[in-house]
């Protein structure tokens, strides 16, 4: 029976706050007369700053269980916790600037995007297997609907189908690997499992969890659905899926890893198998990525090479052979954090430059053309300039918060011994220079396609995508504080 | 009071960029002005900096530093310093700057703003990447250098220049990134007292330790992007592309600084980091070195494009520096480096004089021209005293350059040196040959061509550009030794680094002079001042002995 204590509630404020804010959008929703909605977007984001300041309260304390070990409040949670706020914030703007020309801004949508959020937050917390899934549930069905919710045309239905299907598949998967994991060893916590140990079936259990994960990151093989799913579903809900769902899937991943199968025999089981993943999905998602004539598609595909570069870093968490040390491990926990962070607000900026340039209607083929950023260095400066300040992020090109990402994850790498694995790493991203820079050439170097049709500016999306592009280059300049609250929240790793 | 100049210099470009985002779209002649003015404080803060600089043999290694921490998390620190070559390096990056905006006045009449942006950012990521004393500065310095130039090439070039813009930028990018490895490899592997570091002294007395494996390794990886940078055969392909389509302001900057880049690579990264690996390849870096210098050569005497002639004239010539570079004495390290002012200088000034008649006849072609002198007397004037600096005539500066390369490396002890040095000399003639040929064909004979009878003479601005060129071209030709002075002890003190690992192979064979005669009676000087067969740290005591007591 789980006793709940007034501590437990207020180490939730962050959950409560998001989840707060859906109910009030679903309700005043209901009861809106006008067709006024210009409201929705600044609650969610206000909601949003509002959970990152409760997370961002919680830093540095110990770390602690809370519902009697479901769950535990640690630096780790809320620095990812902090991200997922940040990603919902940067969504929320996007969407206002997306939904209004479509006729489509509604309560739903906002309400649907917090309580993902929600899922996502409770996901980075979970100390328990059985806590994992339903925040993980949480999260996945709120996203499902999301992908759906630009109901018009074929694309969005087939998206949200194949992501449902897909999505409940790998639910499926976790929750079996769930399964063994008890059946081996009687227990669902991670110290638990921790701490009772066991053979192959523990160890088939891990490889299903692993496998179910690997769904939500989008590593290759397991990347399938993410091309058709990111280009079907509408911009900012892509945008949230490529940062929010991204971070908190890996945030859970450390924690599993590192919490119940930290111990030597297990980490040496699934370091080789985490990098041959990285492996694949660093190569996969950049060699696929190259052909891309669509924008959207290019960075569904880049998001699949960035989870490549992050499994490096959890790869490099491992306790195995020279990466005994526990400041190696740290380090790799550092180095994923920061480009989690990094990843998340280039990727956000990534998204709202595409959702500030796409045809409005999204119906014919084609919206994300690549033509559609052609001569916008002349019509449209300062957005050009940003997205080719967040292109040379993902790039990872100095100065930028790109660069010091990859900086922190092959310095981990390298530290822990896996220095071909940083080479293959230095090698796929100079495959994804290439596309990155297609689109700088597009902007700066092509002239617009005579008759071409103008998006019309809408500030909530210009304002993330500037705001972005200098949150980037400034990380990029000064990474200091960043990387000092990364390693911060290391320390404060529980279990 | 101690004034930061260093830093003052490497941002004061910066400021001038964020000056002129701030100025109105339209105002082309304000972003020009802006960027002139600023590209001239550069300039003056670059010889503030070269007078504050002590360039006394025993002064310290690197000075002007500054030291504060970046991202003390990870051992990475804003520190910058110079010895003398980035020293006479920066003072060619300072000069060429004013003139590169006063190339591109006229011809460059699209987006200006970007334009002028993209220099004065370029200014500031080439003078740092010059004055970093900490890897990650470095690479940061070094990358930054990459977007800025990509865009000159690929916005203002001329037809193909995305594919030129996109193959440069591969191409050094991937050179780039596995030193980006190494460096965190160095990292990981030198660790002294003071705990891991990203700092570039620290590193440099731990370094040298690596076993020869390691430093195999990290050596080709460092070798690689400089390499490519350079850049030396194999590697060159991306250059002749690059330096084509670039406007005449970007093919400046590229020969004149850029390729640099790489050669001070080698010398202040490459060498005194892994000194045993680089004894080792040394052999390959002389033979690419030649290779490159008859290549290049060979190449230029089969162009019709003017650009394109003078762009396989660098590679050529960068193989005299590395050349110069590998025979690791004193003479041919100080006639590399020696070599890499003058090539900036005579090639920065052979591509303004390009794009100066590309200005006027919208064409490249040599069989285009023809018999001009008469039309245009000062430009042909000028045009040959440049030829002539290029080809290494007495007088000019690269003689001096190309005479200490030969010399130093004919002296060295590398395996069958004279036969590097006597291969080299080929390329001297070769260069003779296209140079003079090239010349001839544009400028010589009967003006046949109608649009050629009335081809403009210089402009005061066209003057304003050349003028401080040839001047430099005279100065450094005649008065050499306050470049060398300030250039010879860092390069002895380079020297002995690699001595101290491999002091049979590395430096000038000894005369033969007894130890103990020279002892008792005073101590014999090379053109250098320094002798070059007893432990440095003796030699340097012996002659303060000498300073105190005449």
Known sequence: ?495 | MNIPWLTILIFLPMLGAVGVALLPREEHGQHRAVGLGFMLLTLGAAIAVALEFDPAPFAPEFQLQTNVPWVPSLGIGYHVGIDGIALVLILLTAVLGPLVVLTAWKSVQTQVKEFVIALLVLQTAMLGAFSALDLVLFYVFWEAMLVPMYLLIGVWGSERRIYAAVKFFIYTMAGSLLMLVAILYLYYAAVGPAGRTFDFPEILRLAPGLPLAAQRWLFLAFALSFAIKVPMVPLHTWLPDAHTEAPAAGSVVLAGVLLKMGAFGFLRYAFPLFPDAAAAFRPLVATLAVVGIVYGALMCLAQRDMKRLVAYSSVSHLGFVMLGLSAMTVEGLTGGVYQMLNHGVSTGALFVLVGLLYERRHTRAMADYGGIARAAPALAALWMLVTLASIGLPGTNGFVGEFLILAGSWNSRIGGAPWFAAVGAIGVILGAVYMLWMFQRVFLGPNRKAENQTIADLSGREWTILVPLAALIVVMGVHPQPFLDRIEPSVQRLVDRLGAHHGAEVGTPPPSIDRQELILHPVPTTPYGQPPHLPPQFLRRLQELRRHHP
């Open chain 1, 1 to 495: 029976m789980i006793h709940f204590q007034a501590a437990d509630v207020a180490a939730l404020a962050p959950e409560i706050l998001l989840s707060a804010g859906a109910i009030v959008l679903m309700v005043t929703e209901v009861f809106l007369r006008g067709e006024r909605r210009g409201y929705q977007a600044l609650l969610t984001a206000a909601f949003a700053a509002a959970a990152f300041e409760a997370f961002a309260a919680q830093s540095g304390n110990p770390p602690r269980a809370i519902f009697g070990g479901f769950a535990v409040q640690d630096g780790f949670a809320t620095f990812a916790g902090a991200v997922v706020c940040a990603g919902l914030f940067a969504t929320a703007l996007i969407g206002a600037g997306f939904l209004r020309p479509r006729a489509a801004e509604r309560g739903e949508f906002y309400a649907l995007a917090l309580l993902a959020a929600v899922g996502m937050c409770l996901l980075v917390r979970g100390a328990d297997l059985l806590f994992v899934f339903v925040a993980l549930e949480l999260m996945s069905v709120s996203t499902y609907a999301l992908v759906a919710y630009l109901r018009v045309g074929t694309r969005p239905s087939e998206a949200s189908f194949k992501y449902f299907i897909l999505g409940a598949f790998s639910s499926a998967l976790f929750l079996y690997g769930t399964a063994l994991c008890f059946g081996a060893t009687g227990r669902t916590s991670l110290s638990g499992i921790a701490a009772a140990g066991g053979g192959r079936l523990l160890l088939a259990g891990l490889g299903l969890i692993l496998a179910g994960l690997a769904f939500k990151v989008a590593a290759v093989p397991f990347h399938m659905w993410t091309p058709d799913v990111y280009e079907g579903a509408p911009t900012p809900v892509t945008a949230f899926m490529a940062v929010g769902v991204k971070a908190a899937a890996f945030a859970v991943l450390v924690r599993i890893l590192l919490s119940a199968f930290g111990a030597r025999p297990f980490a040496a089981a699934w370091q080789p198998l985490l990098e041959a993943l990285a492996v694949l999905t660093m190569f996969g998602g950049n060699l696929l990525a190259l052909g891309q004539r669509s924008v959207k598609r290019m960075l569904a595909y880049s998001s699949v090479a960035h989870a490549g570069y992050l499994l490096v870093a959890v790869a490099s968490t491992a306790r195995t052979g020279r990466a005994a040390a526990a400041a190696v491990r740290g380090e790799a926990v550092t180095g994923l954090l920061f480009s989690l962070a990094a990843y998340t607000a280039t990727t956000a900026g990534a998204f709202a430059a595409l959702a500030a340039f796409e045809r409005l209607s999204g119906s014919e083929p084609q919206p994300w053309d690549l033509d559609r950023f052609a001569g916008l260095a002349k019509r449209r400066p300062w957005a050009a300039a940003a997205t080719a300040m967040l292109m040379l992020s993902l790039a990872g090109i100095p100065p930028s918060a790109g660069f010091v990402g990859k900086l922190l994850v092959f310095r981990a790498a390298v530290d822990a011994g896996l220095v071909p694995l940083a080479i293959l790493g230095v090698i796929a991203s100079l495959i994804g220079l290439y596309y990155y820079l297609r689109v700088v050439v597009v902007m700066y170097m092509e002239p617009a396609p005579a008759g071409a049709p103008v998006s019309p500016p809408s500030w909530p999306t210009d304002l993330t995508l500037v705001a972005t592009a200098a949150i980037v280059l400034l990380i990029g300049i000064g990474p200091g504080p960043l990387t000092a609250a990364a390693a911060a929240a290391t320390g404060l790793l529980g279990g």
